[in-house]
């Protein structure tokens, strides 16, 4: 797939949301194109923005600043826009970026549509609100059975047990023993790291990584990084 590709439709009950669908790549050479479609919903009064992301294989950060630069105006307008279907490799980036602290983000179109309508039905904010994280409890240790005094105990057998204690792990332990030790790692590495030996190879698609950090509320990298230096 080469260069980009941009097309809008509408959605909702009123048809009052405007999804813009993007396929190819968003950079420098690029992101005119997307910068006129979106400029052009704005102009029209159309301030309910779904931008789906699910055949775009890169985003630079001239591509990034069109939303940065627009979001302000957008919820000024009692508006918002929000992204869906981004691939591993650019959520990688837009989570080091550390844009998920003002744009949401989805898993499917739909799961956007219904939260701008159930936002809207409920009479609250459509826009994303940004508040400072509470620490989570701290992982529990982990802690090996003691072995007899007659019995000396080698690194070797330490690392193994260690390893067992790992395996046994429900995989909300798993997740958060990871995030204890590497706070920096997002989603994606957090699934490679799962289904390592040391975790007993288990594997998860990264959209389920993604849920359950969301359960955990370490899906922020500030939160994980909370986490990992709490005591």
């Known amino acids: 797939m080469e260069g980009i590709q941009v097309s809008t439709e509408v959605s909702g009950g009123r048809n009052h949301i405007s999804i813009i669908k993007v396929g190819g790549y968003i950079d420098t050479t690029t992101s005119s194109e997307l910068e006129r479609a979106l400029n052009s919903l704005l102009k029209q009064g159309r301030f309910f923005i779904i931008v789906d992301l699910g055949n775009v294989d890169y985003i630079s950060s001239a591509g990034w600043g069109i939303f940065i630069s627009e979001i302000k105006s957008i919820r000024e307008n009692g508006g918002d826009l929000k992204l869906v279907r981004m691939v591993p490799d650019v959520y990688e980036i837009f989570e080091l970026l550390e844009f998920h602290h003002i744009l949401d983000v989805y898993d499917k179109v739909e799961d956007a549509v219904n939260k701008f309508e159930s936002s809207e039905a409920a009479g609250e904010p459509v826009a994303k609100e940004i508040s400072l994280p509470k620490a989570d409890e701290p992982v529990e240790e982990v802690v090996a059975a003691p072995r007899p005094a007659t019995e000396p105990v080698t690194s070797d057998v330490v690392e193994t047990t260690q390893q067992i204690s790992l395996n046994d792990m429900t995989l909300q332990d798993k997740i958060k ?14 699934k490679r790291e799962l289904n390592t030996a040391r975790y007993g190879f288990t594997r998860i698609g990264w959209f389920a990584v993604r849920s359950e950090l969301a359960k955990l509320k370490l899906n922020k990298r500030n939160k994980r990084y909370e986490f990992a230096t709490s005591a």
């Open 177 to 190: 023993n990871i995030v204890k030790e590497n706070p920096e790692f997002g989603s994606l590495k957090i």
